[in-house]
């Protein structure tokens, strides 16, 4: 039997309360596929602070780097907002990121079917279901390459440079194919290689690589039309293949489909499988405590967590078929309508261990 080392990073506010409803949803499919998981806490954000004056300990990247993956709530809270840049909880959040290496960050935009409603877009353009992915390169282009400011003639200017390797654009690349062969086999590489020379190499390497892909249907799209047809038409599109500066744009757009900030999951991959997991959402301290927190977004973690990492596929259909179904009756207060069933975090968690 397989069993898989999870570092668990609970964090602050309502942090702890998703992450127990999603290690209760963990063990559930372990039990049922026939794996074993052994977990490690670890301090991160403002209860490591706390506990021992850092957001990021060295023990806790010590622990995650001897993990096969790690599952992460969300950090930061008004007690620590007076602290100084890097002395703050999400200094620890950049910091862990940076520390396991993690290039590569995944962002699914789903709509479960209950939920249409909820959605900024109409239900007739959403079609029966939506689901795109965006594979977002994190640790190169503008927001890392060379910067500054200089004034000629006393006139100031300020300069930031977008520069990719080939081996960056190759890696990412990589991760992009690989995703598209487990969903539905379309990659779809957002560029502006009609004005950027940057985008022309990286639309010529994704070509490249595609070539060891055969059975991925490769499309190229400029990010200004990609931008335009995520509103118009987000059904045509099974991966999103983007740069640091455009998938952060089209990450937060795509994102925004689904609705509700309570259902979003992430994942952030480093080099031979590696990943850290989380919701996309914050600490919510406004409800921390009160049972309020939806734990699904931190659920689908777990279930992408089984998908890129773990390879165990059955595990996280049956996590992603469970929340769709549960949503059928069961809601927290950030996505209650009338007519359906108003539960807290656990009664959520329950409800979903109850469908696997
Ligand atoms: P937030 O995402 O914590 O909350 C925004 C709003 O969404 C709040 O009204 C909150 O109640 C609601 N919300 C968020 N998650 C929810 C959930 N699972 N269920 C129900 N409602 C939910 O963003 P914020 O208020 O801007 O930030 C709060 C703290 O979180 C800050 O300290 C911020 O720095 C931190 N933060 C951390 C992360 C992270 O850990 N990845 C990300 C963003 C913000």
Redesign the pocket.
Known sequence: MNTYRITVLK?????PE?VDEAMKVLNKVSEKFGFGVQYTEALL??SAIDAVGEPLPQETIDKCKASDAVL???????K??NLQGDK???AG?LGIRAALGLFANLRPAVIFAPLKDASPIRPEIIGDSLDVMVVRELTGGIYFGDRGRETVDGVESAYDTERYSVPEIERIARIGFEMAKKRNGKLCSVDKANVLESSRLWRATVARIGEEYPEVELTNMYVDNCAMQLVRNPGQFDVLLTSNIFGDILSDEASMISG????LSSASLGENKFGLY??????????AGTG???????ILSVAMMLRYTLDEQKAAQAIEDAVAEALKTNR????YVEGTKKVT?AEMGDAVCALI
Do not use: F, K, Y
């Not at 964090?11 to 942090?15: A, E, R, S, Y």
């Open positions: 964090g602050d506010g309502i942090g998703i954000g403002g992460l709530g969300a950090v930061g809270g008004p620590w907002d703050r909880p999400e959040l509700s900030i309570g259902m989380e919701p996309i959402h914050g600490s919510a301290p406004d409800i309020m927190a939806n734990p699904l977004a931190t927290t207060p950030d996505i975090c």
